[in-house]
């Protein structure tokens, strides 16, 4: 999906307007499954490097919500088993599902300096932007 040069354009800028617009946003970025694959390819995101660039499914945040299909808020990333760090300033992430034709393409990811900072704000807003990625990759 992200492979497309058009989609990797229009997703980056919805990393970068997520980044900026919302204050507890500090990491934001795409993930998409990789074929039939078991695992999560890393898409266009803003902000710290990473080095999880593949994610197996069931490894940490992301790898979880690829099997659950559902939202993962997780307020404190330290009380987290299942979880794969990416920066020591993450504090707290949240994982939204991508759904296209009712299946699990991939989701969005962020993670936030802060903790606690998600609400239902942030899944009403993250819900509506994975239905828009959904309609136009
Ligand atoms: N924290 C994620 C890994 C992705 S990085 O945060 C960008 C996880 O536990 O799946």
């Known amino acids: 999906f992200a492979s497309n040069i058009e989609n990797e354009g229009k997703l ?9 617009e919302v204050s507890h946003y500090n990491w934001v970025g795409f993930y998409f499954t990789n074929g039939d694959k078991q695992e999560l390819m890393l898409g266009p995101y803003v902000g710290a ?11 940490g945040i992301c790898g979880q919500v690829a099997v659950s299909n559902e939202t993962f808020v997780v307020p404190d990333v330290s009380k987290q088993d299942n979880y794969l760090s990416c920066s020591i300033d993450t504090k707290s ?6 759904f296209k034709n009712g299946k699990n393409i991939g989701q969005i990811d962020i993670d936030s300096h802060e903790i606690n900072p998600f609400t239902k704000k942030d899944e009403d807003l993250l819900n509506y932007v994975c239905k ?3 309609e136009v990759i």
């Open 49 to 59: 490097e990473t080095d999880h660039t593949i994610i197996p499914f069931g490894k």
């Open 93 to 98: 992430e949240i994982v939204v599902p991508i």
């Open 132 to 134: 828009k990625v959904s």
């Open 12 to 20: 980056q800028k919805t990393c970068q307007l997520l980044h900026d």
